[in-house]
């Protein structure tokens, strides 16, 4: 794209003023952006860093003395591999924070030194104001899903839409223009190694929400980091304040949510420090969320109370004729449920839906509990419109001990159900 506004325009004038990429920024990449590998094949083993032959110790240690990384060891017969990364470098040019992304290509041989190629392939321009960025970028490919290799990285460098790029590193060694300084504090370095945020990110939340500011400032890392993805944090933003008033860090975003949401479940007070900044966090959080689920269970348990109870009218209507019915044969005894709340018992007894599913309801079904010795052995769902088993299930819908003979004994009954079922 042509630059058409002024801003456009004095951006494009920059662009070759942005001082090259230095030695350090190359350095910092080349130790930080990647893995480091020892490749190992049979007895002999190659640093693919530097391609220093390794020494039993040195791949023991896992680590090369001759360019000091910490390998990770590979056993493979492989003699090449190329990797590719994204790196960002974060500089100043006026009054514009810029971002550059360098696509990072290493080439690794055996036992040779490794190659990287640095090439920029994009550039976020941002105002002190706060609105949208500028992006300079060569042309993105499409259909690049399932490669790294995101830009066609012989095209120019234009305006053109933003396209995410994920950069793996940020250059640590950043200056700033003002707002974002001062919005960030001295924080830079812990913001830059968040493992959800990109360093854009970082600069769009401190410039424009001040409670994302005010996390940075209090190294609430944990918080800030989940800021963008979760509207709990501002919807809760009194009970953050409370720990930030008690020096309290979030240590894990998750289970500190879980917890408060388990005390406010429970009517506790999350306006009290002693509950919502725990010294024990995960003690607390257990706590609450049994409370909290013991709680759920009972309700629950009234709920299908009440509506049992609001259908057990109706059921008798229907299915009363049938409740007499009681077989005893080769050690079994087979009962109609001749309640809805006897529904409930089956369904949490045997771990199926026969009350979650409302089975009571159907019509042309007669639902039976096969006991043996007192002992819940199975639930059948009979058709008495057909005569027949539909459904014969044990403990968490599992195949019952005894199948064959409980489908035996309901078959020599059929005279039975097929007399009451002409009855009044
Ligand atoms: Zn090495």
Redesign the pocket.
């Known amino acids: 794209m042509k630059p058409k506004t002024k801003k456009q325009r004095e951006i494009m004038s920059l662009v070759p003023k942005l001082t090259p990429i230095s030695n350090r920024q190359i350095e910092y990449a080349e130790k930080y952006l990647f893995n480091h590998y020892a490749y190992k094949n049979g007895n002999a083993a190659y640093?693919m860093?530097?391609g220093?032959k390794l020494t039993k110790k040195e791949l023991e240690e896992g680590k090369?003395s001759?360019?000091k990384?910490s390998l990770l060891t590979v056993e493979t017969k492989k003699r090449k591999e190329s990797e590719v990364r994204y790196y960002a470098i974060v500089s100043k040019c006026n009054k514009y924070q810029v971002i550059r992304y360098y696509y990072v290509k290493r080439s690794m041989v055996r036992k040779k030194h490794s190659e990287c190629m640095f090439i920029p392939v994009a550039q976020e321009w941002i105002d002190g104001k706060g609105g949208k960025p500028t992006y300079v970028a060569r042309l993105a490919l499409m259909n690049s899903y399932y490669s790294n290799n995101i830009y066609s990285l012989w095209s120019d460098m234009e305006i053109r839409t933003k396209r995410h790029v994920s950069e793996s590193i940020t250059y640590p060694k950043i200056n700033l223009i003002p707002i974002i300084k001062r919005n960030l504090g001295d924080n830079v370095k812990e913001v830059c190694n968040l493992k959800s945020l990109s360093i854009s990110g970082v600069f769009y939340l401190v410039m424009n929400f001040p409670h994302a500011e005010t996390l940075v400032k209090a190294k609430q890392y944990e918080l800030f980091n989940e800021y963008k993805r979760n509207g709990f944090i501002d919807n809760y933003w009194n009970v953050v304040k409370i720990c930030i008033r008690n020096n309290y860090i979030v240590s894990d975003f998750d289970i500190w949510k879980d917890m408060i949401e388990a005390i406010e479940y429970c009517g506790g007070d999350i306006s009290n420090g002693k509950n919502v900044c725990p010294e024990n966090l995960l003690e607390s959080h257990d706590y609450w969320v049994n409370r909290m689920e013991k709680i759920k269970d009972k309700r629950q348990k009234m709920q299908d109370d009440e509506r049992a109870k609001q259908y057990e009218d109706e059921y008798k209507k229907q299915k009363g004729k049938w409740f007499a019915i009681a077989i005893e044969a080769k050690g079994l005894s087979i009962k109609v449920l001749d309640s809805v709340k006897k529904f409930i018992d089956e369904n949490n007894a045997m771990h199926h839906c026969v009350f979650a599913n409302e089975y009571y309801k159907k019509k042309n079904s007669l639902i039976m509990s096969v006991t043996e010795n007192g002992n819940r052995v199975a639930t059948i769902e009979y058709d008495i419109s057909k005569f027949k088993v539909l459904q014969c299930r044990g403990v968490c819908n599992q195949v019952p001990a005894h199948y064959d003979e409980i489908l035996s004994i309901m078959d020599n009954h059929i005279k039975m159900f097929r007399k009451i079922a002409k009855s009044a």
């Open positions: 640093c860093t530097c220093n090369c001759c360019c990384n």
